[in-house]
């Protein structure tokens, strides 16, 4: 027999005097929140409310208890009403903890919202812009949306996610960051909490240093060594600039790990003011842009060890 929660409350915004359902979401920690809700919008938007009200397994047909083994987290299911009554909507300035939130109640496997999930995934994809240019992505939030990106298999933005954590951020755990207790995962069920927090699991961590390896290998001899031209007096000032414009910046920030952000600042210095001829730094900056095409190409494999493309992750 279940237990019954020992404290229930109305929640403060979601309870309608003039709803005609009542869902229950029961939290992890045995407590229960209640919306009063509009039965024809949740029929209407979401399979699981209209399988649940048809097949007649609630005890009352005015109450629906989400059960806690679909993992539905209160403050998603809230986020989740927040769009649906036009209170805080989807949209292209919606916050990444919004978007989220929504993107995994509304999944197949909570509450199964098929028109929400395809907005709520399109504009998580839109918050993650790809190569081979560079790009900033939300980096606070690279970990929960890698676990978005595996649970929803959302191929096309992986590879971005990946350089950014391995640019961007400390992927590498500190010492409780294993502790599973203390974790939460992507779909929601525990260990979780009111204040999640994701971590990567072992498998990326050690995905993401060797991707890093692979990115520092490949890229040293690229900016540590003086590029060559069809003209002497090109490449001599190639030899005699290289070290304060690209090496120097480059040790400072870190930039052997960041190909496709070092390669862009290459391109943008003045090579001409430097006494580059112009046919020159065409040429040369046709072999950067190259070259971080090449880099992005490169990560397929790198992510991939073992030769084949993530067509589905």
Known sequence: MTAEPHNVRQHPTYWFNDGSIIIRSRSVSNGEVCFKLHESLLRRQSCFVQRTLDSGTSADSEEVLIPPELGVQVQDFTALLEHLYHD??????????????????????????????????????????QG???FAHPSSHLEEALALVQSYQIPSIRKGIYYSLVTTSEFEPEDDDFDLENSIKPNGLPGSSSTPRFVLPPTDVELCRSLMTSIVEHFTPVLFTPPATPHMACTNIFADKWMSLVITPAIRNSGVCKPLEMLEQIKQIDWAAEGLCVACVREKTQEWTQEQEGVWEKMDSWLNPEGTKHALV
């Open 88 to 129: 805080t909507p989807l949209s292209a300035e919606a916050p990444f903890s919004h978007v989220a939130a929504i993107l995994r109640v509304s999944s197949p496997d909570q509450l199964d919202l098929p028109s929400v999930h395809m907005l709520a995934r399109a504009y998580f994809v839109s918050m993650f812009p």
């Open 132 to 134: 081979p240019q560079p």
